[in-house]
């Protein structure tokens, strides 16, 4: 069931910017700690970003310096604004509420596709 609803993605040429939305309840995002996952054809699913509920971010070390994650707690909002897009960051992107940097929390968005290519 989709708990999370998501807006952006598309296709985008290497170097380019995109920015990922999620909208969540205010039930759900209150409290958590919210991420993005990403997934690309034959790999396993992998943590992209966290953020808390305080406003702290961590990062994958492959995402770093390109990625930002931020949240607006007053109208229950995540966001992913990427920079210097490069063909590996290829995936569906999922939002996700509630996890750790041990494992995902049990709220999901839909997914949204990210390619990167000439």
């Known amino acids: 069931q989709v708990q999370l609803v998501q807006s952006g993605g598309g296709l985008v040429q290497p170097g380019g910017s995109l920015r990922l939305s999620c909208a969540a309840s205010?039930?759900?995002?209150?409290?958590?700690?919210m991420g993005w996952y990403r997934q690309a054809p034959g790999k396993q699913r992998e943590l992209v970003a966290l953020?808390?509920?305080?406003?702290?971010?961590n990062y994958a070390d492959s995402v770093k310096g390109r990625f930002t994650i931020s949240r607006d707690n007053a109208w229950n909002m995540l966001y992913l604004q990427i920079k210097n897009l490069k063909p590996e960051d290829t995936a569906v992107y999922y939002c996700n509420a509630g996890g750790s940097v041990d494992k995902p929390g049990d709220y999901w968005g839909q997914g949204t596709q990210v390619t990167v290519s000439s």
């Open positions: 953020i808390t509920s305080g406003g702290s971010p």
């Open positions: 205010r039930r759900i995002f209150s409290i958590n700690t």
